[in-house]
């Protein structure tokens, strides 16, 4: 079974960026699966920040990211990345490294459609 290890999250002030990991236990999952981010408040739902597809890697982004944050992969590593800059106290929350099939849908934000989850690392945004 796969297995997605985060790293990278912590405490910043508004401003501030951070870099996050995510190490795959299985080579190739990144150049077969879309793969993305999500994050999650305390008391809210689940929610996309940013995917990367397979193939060429084009990406996409949550209204709210982007222009701050940028998704990447490095598949020789089996890892992916997601650099936050000018961080601010509402991306606080538990982050999510996710893999799943591509069906072609374009739907990538919905948290259904990963069947690969990481234990998420904890990013803090403080004013």
């Known amino acids: 079974q796969v297995q997605l290890v985060e790293s990278g999250g912590g405490s910043v002030q508004a401003g501030g960026s951070l870099t996050l990991s995510c190490v795959a236990s299985?080579?190739?999952?990144?150049?077969?699966?879309?793969s993305g981010w999500f994050r999650q408040a305390p008391g809210k739902e689940r929610e996309g920040v940013a995917a990367?597809?397979?193939?060429?890697?084009?990406?996409v982004y949550a209204d709210s990211v982007r222009g701050r944050f940028t998704i990447s992969r490095d598949n020789a590593k089996n890892t992916l990345y997601l650099q936050m800059n000018d961080l601010k106290p509402a991306d606080t929350g538990m982050y999510y490294c996710?893999?799943?099939?591509?069906?072609?849908?374009?739907?990538?934000?919905?948290?259904?459609?990963?069947?690969?989850w990481g234990q998420g690392t904890q990013v803090t945004v403080s004013s």
């Open positions: 990367i597809y397979p193939g060429r890697g084009s990406t």
């Open positions: 299985r080579t190739n999952i990144y150049s077969a699966y879309r």
């Open positions: 996710v893999a799943g099939v591509d069906y072609g849908d374009g739907i990538w934000h919905l948290p259904h459609k990963y069947h690969i």
